[in-house]
């Protein structure tokens, strides 16, 4: 049987328990680390991939890489409004081939291979410090052919980098681009078992940090001196009402006490 104790201690076991079950269920899941399935990515393997175009008259639109063609090898985004990005075979090897009609003018153009499972590899040399086991050699953007754009971007690492992965790369053009561009730019692939993932920034929680103020200083305000012309009362002989209060209470105070001499 229960008693009144028993009962209490049964309600703040169930208490405990069921925060820590909530607490359990709000815990965040260990995240695995990305894996590499190799270094050879093809266009295909990039399908998913976000790709930007910024037009230099303002706007911009973005669609998502998928793969095409008979051989699995091929992917790339069309869009509508007149330009293509498209990758054929073996990124290390292979160019990419950016086309753009002349009707456009497009200021930047935006590769993240986050949603295609793929990041950058950047750095050439294996045997670099900056090398990250498992994705081998990689290659940094190149020009093969076309308007080199004036400025170019790796940004968005991911968790295992050591320097060489990325997610996104972008490319831009001060005064617009359009044609045709074929570049070199190396990709590989997250498994689907551990994929991509990217480092979250840390978002610092806000720190007041209290500060020795200088003593605050105290200026005179020094006005200008303002003459104003006082109207001064001309002297009068009558008395002031306190005083002439004062004088009747003495003469009613004197006039009580003879009457009390009188009645005495
Ligand atoms: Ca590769
Ligand atoms: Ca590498």
Same mark, same amino acid.
């Given at each position: 049987m229960f008693n009144a104790t028993s009962l209490k201690q049964f309600a703040v076991i169930s208490s405990i328990a069921s925060s820590v079950a909530a607490s *359990?269920?709000? *815990?965040?899941?260990?995240? *695995?680390?990305t894996v590499l399935t190799g270094y050879v990515t093809t266009g295909a393997d990039m399908a998913g991939a976000s790709i930007t175009a910024s037009f230099l008259d303002g706007g911009s639109e973005?669609?998502?890489?998928?793969?095409f063609g008979s051989d699995g090898n091929e992917g790339g985004v069309f869009s509508d409004l007149g330009w293509s990005l498209t990758q054929k075979r073996d990124s290390? &090897?292979?160019?990419?081939?950016?086309?753009?009609?002349? &009707?456009? &003018? %497009?200021e930047t153009l935006t590769i993240d291979l986050f949603g295609g499972n793929s990041v950058f590899d950047t750095i050439?040399? &294996?045997?670099?410090?900056?090398?990250?086991d498992g994705s081998k050699q990689g290659k940094p953007f190149a020009v093969k052919n076309g308007l080199a754009p004036e400025s170019v971007e790796y940004s968005t690492p991911i968790d295992i980098s050591q320097g060489d992965l990325f997610s996104t790369l972008t490319l831009g053009w001060e005064n617009g681009f359009s044609g045709v561009l074929e570049?070199?730019?190396d990709t590989d692939s997250g498994t689907e078992a551990n994929p991509v993932v990217i480092v979250e920034p840390v978002i610092a929680e806000p720190v007041v940090v209290e500060q020795d103020l200088p003593p605050v200083i105290l200026v005179p305000i020094v006005n200008e001196v303002?003459? %104003? *012309? %006082?109207?001064t009362p001309a002297a009068t002989s009558v008395p002031e009402p306190g005083t002439l209060l004062g004088l009747l209470a003495i003469a009613g105070l004197g006039r009580k006490v003879a009457q009390r001499r009188q009645a005495g």
């Open positions: *359990a269920l709000l *815990a965040p899941a260990a995240l *695995a680390e973005t669609l998502t890489w998928s793969a290390f &090897s292979y160019p990419w081939l950016f086309s753009v009609g002349n &009707s456009l &003018s %497009i050439l040399d &294996s045997q670099s410090a900056q090398n990250t570049f070199v730019a303002v003459e %104003i *012309a %006082i109207d």
